[in-house]
């Protein structure tokens, strides 16, 4: 059974300060990993994806992965109250050998609020 | 492009009847997957077609549950007969998934299912 952990929070972190979310996963052949933000009420949207070990930087976004640790992070710079939202953790393997195919696990999802 | 579009948005309906959730994919786009959204389970991935032939229907909780996909613009989850423990969000998702690599899922705003 494929399992990826979330802490439900909330989390909530003044505005302009770093906000960190973290993920575990359990499966080890994991190969793509994913962060997707959902707006109460609204669809998941995705906001950074990664595939290899280190960080990825996209704005004020910053994905951490390690696979030997089995964790992918998300960091927030310069939080904003329109940050505050569900953040999925979402994680995949390719499961065909050929390829052209894949099943997302999703975590469910840390609730941030960012305040004035 | 309009996106993914779902219908209907909201559905009540009573226990013991039929219910059938639409979904039109983002054209051009070749995997279609259903998900289900609850508190308690969060996002739930109940079946994945890929080039409209269903690929993993593991996540379909039982019987109950049937999805069909008769051609590339369009896709049904029927739930008959319907419980009250089938209320949730159902939330449709397509890609153009080609390769090893992952390429983003587009959600649909959703169906939100009531069943009393």
């Known amino acids: 059974q494929k399992e990826v952990e979330q802490n439900s929070g909330p989390l909530s972190v003044p505005e302009g300060a770093i906000a960190s979310l973290n993920c575990t996963y359990s499966?080890?052949?994991?190969?793509?990993f994913f962060w997707y933000r959902q707006y109460s009420g609204k669809s998941p949207e995705l906001i950074m994806f990664?595939?290899?070990?280190g960080d990825k930087e996209d704005g004020r976004f910053t994905a951490q992965l390690n696979k030997a640790s089995q964790y992918v992070s998300l960091l927030i710079r310069d939080s904003q109250p329109s940050d505050s939202a569900t953040y999925l953790c979402?994680?995949?393997?390719?499961?065909?050998?050929?390829?052209?195919?894949?099943?997302?696990?999703f975590g469910r999802g840390t609730s941030l609020i960012v305040h004035p | 492009d309009a996106g993914v579009i779902q219908s209907p948005r909201h559905e009540v309906t009573e226990m013991g009847q039929e219910v059938t959730l639409r979904c039109k994919p983002i054209?051009?786009?070749?995997?279609l997957f259903w998900y289900r959204q609850t508190m308690m389970r969060g996002l739930e991935l109940l079946i994945y077609?890929?080039?409209?032939?269903?690929?993993?229907d593991s996540g379909m909780p039982e019987d109950r549950f049937s999805a069909k996909m008769p051609n590339a613009s369009f896709s049904t989850l029927k739930i008959q007969p319907s419980e009250p423990r089938d209320s949730a969000v159902y939330f449709c998702?397509?890609?153009?998934?080609?390769?090893?690599?992952?390429?983003?899922?587009?959600f649909g705003p959703g169906t939100r299912l009531t069943v009393l």
């Open positions: 998702a397509s890609t153009f998934q080609q390769g090893l690599l992952y390429n983003e899922q587009f």
């Open positions: 499966d080890r052949g994991s190969q793509s």
């Open positions: 990664i595939y290899s070990n």
């Open positions: 979402a994680v995949s393997r390719d499961v065909h050998a050929s390829g052209g195919s894949y099943i997302p696990t």
């Open positions: 054209s051009g786009h070749n995997s």
């Open positions: 077609f890929n080039n409209n032939v269903p690929i993993d």
